[in-house]
């Protein structure tokens, strides 16, 4: 990144804490945390039952149920849905960026629409368009290099105004919305009993997704929790760390496709929703992971205060997941290369991720104990392994 961009994206940092602030001493939102903790917890240990429990409740829901070990069976899973497309459209989603979905599309010449504003900035953005936030991908970028990338792709010219861009962005997505009939979305978390899946957004956008032919919806086994209740307080809780707010403006819950039986009683499928709904649930390396790793519940609220992610931003972190919990993650989802080119060892192992977390996920410990597994397997930095060569012959690092 950029040093303008760090600088923008440090003031976007400052702005969204000052806005939670009031928020996470809010009596019910510490009651929340101490509840969510608790369902993150116990869910991981269960995952492969739940699985199978998810698995039968979604085929009885009149869902697909599809199952990914890794990010190519998955990816294999999405072209096989969408091969005689020539446009999908797709909501924000780490678990769609951990598998280069987008880049995938564009081999396969299948061009996708990015509805989510922050991610259609960075897709429309031509050079570095890694995200810097889970939620507000394009918080480092000022609104007038927003304009510029705007108007450069989209060949009108915006005023450097956030309403501007947000009409003129919306009035193209929808434009392009009138052709597709397939829309790509997450979850934030899954209901097995019910075999339901949860998902919040702000603007709307997934609603529209929702409502297209096919929806399919990737998620992580990592997501599932065992009841509804369980996962709406989940995605509460995220929802008040990431943006301040006590609710988004939208919690989808989706469990079936789209019907009625308002003739007779008789159910007719194909109302206004989508005809077919399929849930690809991923492993990816999930189960491989230290349990404490699952926790997460995608806030961000760790980078925020992260002294590292401060000063490097993305280059701090994995794909979408960013900061030191993504380098974690980078362990189990590739290997322990990408673990190291991701930053294992530019963490500080100071800890206030772990204070600011909302499931207190222990990233500097995970952190510590992945770089103790990558020294025993020879995979340490090699600038480490010649100092400590030296330390032991010369007993100087020199
Ligand atoms: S590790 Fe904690 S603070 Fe960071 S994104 Fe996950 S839940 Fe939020």
């Given at each position: 990144m950029k040093e303008n961009e760090l600088k923008t994206m440090r003031s976007s940092f400052k702005l969204m804490e000052e806005r939670r602030i009031d928020l996470m001493q809010d009596p019910r939102i510490i009651k929340l945390q101490e509840r969510v903790k608790n369902i993150r917890k116990e869910s991981v240990k269960k995952i492969p039952a739940m699985v199978e429990t998810a698995r039968e409740n979604f085929k009885n829901n009149g869902m697909e149920f599809l199952y990914a070990e890794d990010s190519h069976q998955a990816l294999d899973l999405i072209y096989d849905l969408i091969k005689n497309e020539k446009i999908v459209a797709k909501s924000k989603s780490n678990t769609l960026n951990e598998l280069g979905l987008s880049d995938y599309l564009k081999k396969k010449k299948i061009h996708l629409v990015e509805t989510d504003l922050g991610d259609r900035i960075i897709q429309l953005k031509v050079d570095d368009n890694k995200p810097s936030h889970p939620i507000g991908p394009a918080l480092h970028l000022k609104v007038d290099k927003i304009a510029e990338i705007i108007s450069e792709s989209l060949k009108v010219k915006v005023k450097?105004?956030?309403r501007a861009i947000m009409e003129l962005?919306?009035?193209?997505?929808?434009?392009?919305?009138?052709?597709?009939?397939i829309g790509i979305t997450g979850a934030n978390s899954v209901a097995a009993e019910d075999g339901s899946l949860i998902m919040v957004h702000n603007e709307g956008n997934i609603s529209l997704l929702s409502l297209m032919d096919t929806h399919i919806v990737v998620v992580g086994v990592d997501k599932l929790v065992e009841t509804i209740e369980d996962a709406i307080s989940v995605v509460k809780l995220e929802t008040a760390y990431a943006t301040g707010t006590a609710l988004p403006s939208y919690i989808n819950v989706i469990s079936g496709?789209?019907?009625?039986?308002?003739?007779?009683?008789?159910?007719?499928?194909?109302?206004?929703?989508?005809?077919?709904?399929?849930?690809?649930m991923l492993d990816n390396g999930r189960q491989e992971a230290l349990e404490e790793c699952l926790w997460c519940i995608g806030c961000g609220s760790c980078i925020v205060s992260c002294p590292v992610y401060n000063v490097l931003g993305n280059e701090f972190g994995y794909r979408g997941y960013l900061g030191g919990r993504g380098v974690a993650m980078s362990r189990f989802l590739q290997d322990e290369e990408t673990s190291i080119s991701s930053g294992l060892y530019m963490c500080t192992l100071c800890g206030l991720c772990t204070l600011e977390c909302p499931v207190k996920t222990p990233t500097n410990e995970i952190m510590e104990k992945i770089r103790k597994e990558s020294k025993n397997t020879g995979f340490s930095p090699k600038e480490h392994l010649k100092i400590f060569k030296s330390i032991k012959k010369k007993g100087s690092p020199f």
């Open positions: 450097a105004d956030p962005v919306r009035s193209n997505v929808l434009e392009e919305l009138k052709s597709c009939k496709p789209s019907k009625t039986a308002d003739i007779e009683k008789k159910l007719l499928e194909d109302m206004y929703g989508a005809r077919k709904v399929v849930v690809i």
